[in-house]
């Protein structure tokens, strides 16, 4: 598979992000290489490699503990209100 000139336009116009005529062969180049990489590990021989999904690991489930909050970083804190941090609104 080759990346076109018109590949690299949509990509970019995919992305959102502007690309200038003087640079889109040079992407293209690039995005071609990196497709030979791809190719290349499509060739590796992986039949005798075993799935890692196939080992389940058991997460350590810590318990909900509360602590009490360190005075010296409150102390920094620019404003507190009922011992906690007031922050801006980010959600819109």
Known sequence: ??????????VAYLARIQIS?????EIQEDLNKILGFVEQLREV???????TVQYAV????RGDIVYASDPAVMNNAP????????VPKVVI
């Open 1 to 10: 598979m080759s990346v076109t000139e018109g590949d690299v336009r949509k």
């Open 21 to 25: 005529d003087s640079r889109i062969q």
């Open 45 to 51: 021989d992986c039949s005798q490699i075993d799935d």
């Open 58 to 61: 058991s997460l350590h489930e």
């Open 79 to 86: 404003v507190i209100e009922n011992n906690m941090f007031v």
